[in-house]
């Protein structure tokens, strides 16, 4: 399968802990992006990638976020302190990176669902 | 701030064919539509995009009106799997997000 893969699929913590969670992008996507869904909702933007450079950022990524591409293949988020209502899917997306992003299909994984306690 | 209006929910009968409408009135000439569905628990699954002309792939029909200020998503003959959350998303440059509405729920019943 040479999709988009995330790791853990699923994650229970308990409020105030550090989670961390790992996206493989489509082999040769330069552009990775971040989405978090809550329940009921649609995904919403979290942040975007070309390569290793952070490009945007959402302004629901709190200071408690932070996400790498340290050799532009696959990335991290990590949720420092957790809080109930970090509580929801967070969805990683890939694009080739050779158009515009916008005139690009972004390809998503399967999600890695968090729940804290 | 999503740019698109649809149903919130739909029913299909198996066999039959799946139109799933969306307003997008204040689209400009640039901006795509993209569809996406997205089945229970997994990541959202493209299916098809079109910026002026119908297209059509292995998976479903999208016709844009000529004003381009609606569109409809064909799935020629529904399945049970095809019971899913779809979004219509209208694509605006520079920005590099996918904006999600609430997508319409379409119930393929037997």
């Known amino acids: 399968d040479t999709g988009v893969s995330q790791d853990p699929r699923h994650k229970i913590t308990k409020r105030g802990q550090n989670v961390t969670f790992r996206c493989d992008p489509i082999s040769e996507h330069n552009r990775l992006y971040w989405y978090r869904q809550t329940l009921g909702q649609g995904p919403e933007f979290l942040t975007y990638f070309q390569n290793e450079a952070q490009l945007e950022k959402s302004r629901l990524l709190s200071d408690r976020f932070s996400a790498e591409r340290p050799k532009g293949s696959f990335s991290t988020l990590e949720i420092q302190r957790t809080e109930q209502g970090d509580s929801a899917m967070y969805l990683c997306?890939?694009?080739?990176?050779?158009?515009?992003?916008?005139?690009?299909?972004?390809?998503f994984g399967p999600g890695t669902r968090l729940l804290v306690l | 701030d999503a740019k698109t209006t649809q149903p919130p929910s739909m029913d299909c009968a198996e066999g039959r064919a799946a139109n799933l409408p969306c307003n997008h009135s204040?689209?400009?000439?640039?901006?795509?539509v993209y569809w996406y569905r997205q089945i229970h628990s997994q990541g959202p699954q493209y299916i098809i995009h079109g910026l002026k002309n119908n297209e059509t792939n292995e998976m479903a029909s999208l016709i844009i009106t000529e004003d381009r200020k609606s569109s409809t998503l064909i799935l020629p003959h529904a399945t049970l799997r095809d019971t899913a959350v779809y979004y219509c998303i209208v694509r605006v440059g520079p920005n590099n997000d996918m904006r999600f509405g609430a997508g319409t729920r379409l119930t393929v019943k037997p």
């Open positions: 997306a890939s694009s080739p990176g050779g158009q515009a992003p916008f005139q690009e299909t972004q390809y």
């Open positions: 204040t689209i400009s000439g640039n901006e795509y």
